[in-house]
């Protein structure tokens, strides 16, 4: 992924995340299963607003001095922590939002961006091998 705007990098995980989302929201329809539905929407909608917020965090950040960025951004960093205890919370005492669903949603957007930089790695390493070919 080649950006060189935080918002279009932020832009396109998001796409690419929804994108992986779509295939267990699809057999979560048509196996019928409302509760892990929601679930996942929970998750994943979570997951996306925090990835959003920490985009403006560091933004923010980069306009303070170091110190004050330092303590800033661990604060935040609590306080998404924060946020994740609430939604597992809430997924724990709702019998009606499958927990294990919520926590897919919440992690979706990780392994999302972990997938995406292992297929850059790739990508990178087969054009370097084709590079040498034709230079050697």
Known sequence: MKTNSPAEAEKEVIKKTIFVALIPLFFTIIMGER?????????????????????????????MSSDKANTYIRNRYFL???????????????PSIDFLAVVVGVLLMK?????????????????????????G
């Open 35 to 63: 509760e892990a539905l929601l679930g996942l929407i929970f998750g994943l909608s979570i997951s996306i607003l925090l990835f959003h917020l920490k985009r403006i965090n560091i933004e923010k950040s980069l306009t």
């Open 80 to 94: 998404n922590f924060l946020i994740y205890f609430v939604v597992l919370a809430v997924a724990i005492k709702n």
């Open 111 to 135: 392994f999302t961006i972990i997938a995406m930089a292992f297929i850059d790695n790739i990508k990178k390493s087969f054009e370097e091998k084709k590079d040498e070919r034709k230079g």
